[in-house]
């Protein structure tokens, strides 16, 4: 049991997450445990250092690449030719239906770019990664393929990986939050993958 209580603070879990989060340590009688379960609770996570280092990918600054900008304009493009091809469609159930569906796209979108609404689904622990961080992701996954984000890319898969087999070995209802986004931009289609994995946790 202390192991896998080390392994869930190691990876991140939350807390305010947990049932008994109150007992976590008092759960344990001998000094070692507990000491062991306080230094895991006081160091840096991988989470935490997860997010450091993604908040750090080259071509997030405004004043170089500035990659959250180009995504915009080609999401922005995306669901204009999305518009424009509703248009073509004489059906009145049918533009209801691509209408409400470009909306829906549109609503999901500005979730994922706008840095305001991205903080309050944080404060609303429906998202674990910072707004740089999950910029950070995006581009990372967009430009898997190039040589400066393929490692990066590994990297990110075999942390995501492990980290849900180690969560799975021990219980499926622990705290995890994992933001897995995948961009392909081709003959005028965009298509964004956006997985996150938020349950319920003892």
């Not at 230094?39 to 750090?56: A, F, G, V, Y």
């Not at 180690?166 to 995948?182: E, F, K, L, M, T």
Request: charged fraction near 25%.
């Amino acid at each position: 049991m202390l192991q896998f209580r080390i392994i869930e603070n190691k990876l991140g879990q939350k807390m305010e997450s947990r049932v008994n989060q109150h007992n976590i340590i008092e759960s344990f009688q001998d000094e070692d445990s507990k000491q062991q379960i306080a230094k895991s609770l006081s160091e840096p996570s991988l989470c935490d250092l997860l997010i450091r280092w993604l908040e750090r990918t080259p071509g997030l600054e405004q004043e170089g690449f500035n990659f959250p900008r180009r995504y915009a304009q080609a999401v922005h493009a995306f669901l204009a030719d999305e518009l424009a091809e509703m248009e073509d469609e004489q059906d009145p159930e049918k533009r209801k239906g691509i209408l409400a569906e470009i909306k829906k796209q549109k609503d999901t979108f500005e979730s994922l770019l706008n840095e305001e609404r991205h903080n309050e689904r944080m404060q609303k622990n429906e998202r674990r990664l910072s707004y740089g961080a999950f910029m950070g992701a995006l581009m990372v996954s967009c430009y898997s393929e190039t040589p400066r984000f393929h490692l990066p890319h590994q990297l990110l898969t075999v942390i995501v990986c492990q980290t849900l087999l180690s969560v799975c070995v021990y219980q499926a209802n622990v705290c995890i939050c994992i933001v897995v986004a995948c961009l392909c931009l081709s003959d005028k289609c965009l298509y964004l993958h956006f997985g996150c994995l938020s349950v319920s946790a003892l």
